[in-house]
T-cell receptor, first 115, second 111 residues
Framework: ETGVTQTPRHLVMGMTNKKSLKCEQHLGHNAMYWYKQSAKKPLELMFVYNFKEQTENNSVPSRFSPECPNSSHLFLHLHTLQPEDSALYLC??????????????FGSGTRLTVV | GNSVTQMEGPVTLSEEAFLTINCTYTATGYPSLFWYVQYPGEGLQLLLKATKADDKGSNKGFEATYRKETTSFHLEKGSVQVSDSAVYFCALTDTGNQFYFGTGTSLTVIP
């Protein structure tokens, strides 16, 4: 399998639940990203990892906790979320951080609904 | 700071019509510019890019020219098809460490 794969595609969770989103890339990339996509708003960068090290936390609430065990896998652990956290969560990867000539490769996203 | 402004949608066109989606940017350095497309239920796919002034990016009949003097990167296609119906995002990066996206423009092409 190639590209960036995100699971699950859809997730409904209660505000007291704990769940995790998974992202896996088979492109040999070394930088991975979490973005939040909400209606009528620009994509919001949440976290950046480069060679497994977190390089960016864009003022994300602590109820979102990322994990990057290796360059191919990225997780987003969720707990005690709020209804306003409902959105499409996109994972992306790139060869390395700091290459302005190349774009990202995105996964298909996880549609999260918090009830 | 860095930001991208796209024209408000939604845009509805008849098949074979000419498409223009406007994009202007603000950047502190010399950015690379990108257009991404998002089909229903999917993530974003890179459509085309330009890395320096006057460069023209092109792919699948779409084109955009990096205009430094007007800080613009408008997306054009001469003859749209129903299969082009999607949301289009303009984006920039100056360092490659972070991308800045516009809000997206929804395009619907009717037969």
């Amino acid at each position: 399998e190639t590209g960036v794969t995100q699971t699950p595609r859809h997730l409904v969770m209660g505000m007291t639940n704990k769940k995790s989103l998974k992202c896996e890339q088979h492109l040999g990339h070394n930088a991975m990203y979490w973005y939040k996509q909400s209606a009528k708003k620009p994509l919001e960068l949440m976290f950046v990892y480069n060679f497994k090290e977190q390089t960016e936390n864009n003022s994300v609430p602590s109820r979102f906790s990322p994990e990057c065990p290796n360059s191919s896998h990225l997780f987003l652990h969720l707990h005690t979320l709020q209804p306003e956290d409902s959105a499409l969560y996109l994972c992306a990867s790139s060869q390395v951080l700091g290459q302005r000539e190349y774009g990202y490769t995105f996964g298909s996203g996880t549609r999260l609904t918090v009830v | 700071g860095n930001s991208v402004t796209q024209m408000e949608g939604p845009v509805t066109l008849s098949e074979e019509a000419f498409l223009t989606i406007n994009c202007t940017y603000t950047a502190t350095g010399y950015p690379s510019l990108f257009w991404y497309v998002q089909y229903p239920g999917e993530g974003l796919q890179l459509l085309l890019k330009a890395t320096k002034a006057d460069d023209k990016g092109s792919n699948k009949g779409f084109e955009a020219t990096y205009r430094k003097e007007t800080t613009s990167f408008h997306l054009e296609k001469g003859s749209v098809q129903v299969s082009d119906s999607a949301v289009y995002f303009c984006a920039l990066t100056d360092t490659g460490n972070q991308f800045y996206f516009g809000t997206g423009t929804s395009l619907t092409v009717i037969p």
